[in-house]
């Protein structure tokens, strides 16, 4: 197996990256015609998805997880001042590990004669959900 992490420095507090020819990069120096792709975030408060990297689709998406998860409902996980050694800087985030949670933080694609096999209008993208921030991902070729 063959791991690579990778690096995305993010610009807002939403955000979408698409991270597929930083993969599609990666098949191309293993040397590997098959297999599959894995791509993890490190992070709790970003999602990855396969999905279209369309400007309107983006905007709608933000709106989407801000209507099913929006910020500062009286979430638990932003009474900071009952959690124990947290940063003085600590965002009140909970709404973004919710959202996170809505989209999922892995992605698995198959590659053949060392092409992704995505649709036409397929993109693998990063969502940030907290940022801006310096992001990383796993990717792994199994």
């Not at 998805?49 to 979430?75: C, T």
């Amino acid at each position: 197996m063959l791991t690579e992490t990778i690096s995305i420095q993010t610009s807002s507090s939403f955000s979408c990256h698409s991270i597929t020819e930083r993969i599609q990069s990666f098949i191309d120096t293993s040397q590997q015609l098959e297999g599959v792709i894995c791509a993890s975030g490190k992070h709790t408060t970003t999602a990855l998805i396969i999905n279209e990297m369309e400007e309107r689709l983006i905007l709608d998406l933000e709106k989407w997880l801000k209507e099913l998860a929006p910020p500062l409902q009286g979430y638990k996980h932003d009474d900071l001042h009952l959690r124990e050694n947290i940063p003085e800087d600590e965002p009140k985030n909970a709404h973004s590990h919710m959202q996170a949670l809505l989209l999922g933080n892995s992605v698995s694609i198959p590659f053949k004669n060392s092409k992704l096999q995505l649709g036409q209008y397929q993109d693998v993208i990063l969502v940030e959900l907290d940022g801006p921030k310096e992001r990383s991902v796993v990717i792994s070729i199994q």
